[in-house]
Nanobody, 123 residues
Framework: QVQLIESGGGLVQPGGSLRLSCAAS????????MGWFRQAPGKEREVVAL???????YYADSVKGRFTISRDNAKNTVYLQMNNLKPEDTAVYYC?????????????????WGQGTQVTVSS
């Protein structure tokens, strides 16, 4: 079993930055594919960014050039650096882990999920 705990969310003005962290416990995640997803009120959960065990990355078109996903396997932690935030980035952000190490867009590929952290972008 893998437990995931997200942190770093909050309220930020448009154009601001936040760094989300996802701390894993229970197992080392070096061989896992990791992802950040988000869900806004009334909308389906959607992929934001993915990072494979081989450190390849994938970004949703809406965040390309603004968000950066990274992982520190020594700390068993995955990060999401979010810059130039926009009101449409407002959502609950979830960290997810897949036992197979690739990048998967579908939420069904992820067996482990954190509880989520709220990100609100508003002036």
């Amino acid at each position: 079993q893998v437990q995931l705990i997200e942190s770093g969310g909050g309220l930020v003005q448009p154009g601001g930055s936040l760094r989300l962290s996802c701390a894993a416990s229970g197992r080392t995640i070096g061989g896992y594919g990791m992802g950040w997803f988000r869900q806004a009120p009334g909308k389906e959960r959607e992929v934001v960014a993915l990072i494979s065990s081989a450190i390849t990355t994938y970004y949703a078109d809406s965040v390309k050039g603004r968000f950066t996903i990274s992982r520190d396997n020594a700390k068993n932690t995955v990060y999401l650096q979010m810059n130039n935030l926009k009101p449409e980035d407002t959502a609950v952000y979830y960290c997810a882990a897949s036992q197979t190490g690739g990048n998967y867009i579908s939420t069904r590929s992820y067996a482990y999920w954190g509880q989520g952290t709220q990100v609100t972008v508003s002036s």
